[in-house]
């Protein structure tokens, strides 16, 4: 009697759990059928299309097998645009994490009209880039840019910024690093509430100065938030675009962009040039396809190697990076 009494009890909880499990489906279900046919069918199309040859104007794609990725590790232009896209990422994303860090850090303790400074820093973040690029392409005018003119008022020579190659790139890592910025804060400040203040007042009472108590207890607690702005920013960097356009092109068009000398031409933008320009016999959908598949690749790779990286670097909740580090000090400074 009894067991078929617990049975009968266990029988309406099984019900409810199938019932909140179809429930919960059908809210899903919406957005697995968007990334289905936004995500999920374009990632097949393009893929079947970097084996044929298409120019937009014939009437249906060609098979062609493996011409465009043959084309592709035989292209010598494809190492030109990738380097370009390292160069952004040495200069743009490092200055970003970094100057991110450094404003989140001076922010973080409560003063007056604190809130009001981190939001005007965010600000530029929700602005749209082609906006801000134009605008930054007018503060580097080497005739008459503020940039340009402050720089003549104090007696220092001013670069011709956009128009050397040796400084065009440095000038879009400046926009995008001003405008990312405020983001990078608001994420840094997020993972500094998370860190345990007694563990940082018990460095300071074993007499770790600023720069130790940061470098053993505080960078390693905000680590998953490094992390998580070190993937992301970097994803970003490959995917370099609007900021060049809006920067280099002089408003003439996308085709004019990436200049000068080629040295601001990105991989992203080499492929958006390669899918409209049909003055090449392998230009077209099929090469452009080709050249995104090669630059997802690259991204999950790039984007593997962090997270291996992560995985003895990274300190999660729960693991008490601080204590373990603040002991080992401890141990040191006693063997002295």
Request: proline share 6%; aromatic share 10%; glycine share 8%.
């Amino acid at each position: 009697m009894s067991r078929e009494t617990s049975r009968r009890g266990r029988r309406p909880v099984g019900a409810l759990q199938r019932r909140e499990a179809r429930t919960a489906y059908l809210f899903v279900l919406p957005q697995v059928i968007g990334l289905v046919v936004f995500i999920g069918v374009p990632l097949v199309a393009s893929l079947g299309y970097s084996f044929t040859h298409w120019d937009l104007i014939a009437p249906e794609p060609t098979l062609v097998g493996l011409d465009n990725w043959r084309a592709l590790l035989e292209d010598p232009r494809i190492p030109a645009v990738l380097w370009n896209t390292v160069r952004f990422i040495l200069l743009g994303t490092t200055s970003f994490l970094l100057f991110s860090m450094i404003a989140a850090l001076v922010t973080f303790t409560p003063r007056r009209f604190v809130g009001l400074y981190r939001a005007v820093v965010f600000l530029p973040y929700v602005l749209s880039q082609i906006a801000v690029g134009v605008v930054w392409r007018w503060m580097f005018n080497t005739e008459s840019g503020p940039i340009t003119t402050a720089l003549e008022a104090v007696g220092i020579p001013s670069p011709d910024w956009l128009l050397d190659p040796a400084t065009a790139m440095l000038s879009i890592a400046i926009m995008t690093t001003w405008q990312g910025i405020g983001y990078g804060l608001t994420l840094f400040i997020a993972g500094l509430q998370g860190v345990p203040t007694p563990v940082i007042e018990a460095a300071r009472i074993d007499g770790a100065n600023a720069f130790q108590r940061f470098v053993r207890i505080t960078l390693p607690l905000i680590s998953p938030t490094v992390l998580f702005l070190t993937v992301t920013s970097l994803i970003g960097a490959l995917q370099l675009f609007d900021p060049v356009v809006a920067m280099t092109s002089s408003g003439a068009g996308v085709a004019a962009a990436g200049g000068p000398d080629n040295s601001t031409r990105t991989i992203v933008l080499y492929m958006y040039n390669q899918l409209f320009n049909l003055n090449e016999a392998k230009s077209g959908l099929g090469y452009a396809a080709a050249i995104a598949w090669m630059l997802a690749l690259l991204t999950f790779v790039i984007t593997a190697v962090q997270f291996a990286i992560a995985r003895r670097t990274v300190y999660y909740e729960g693991q008490d990076a601080g204590v373990p580090r603040l002991r080992r000090a401890r141990k040191e400074r006693t063997a002295r």
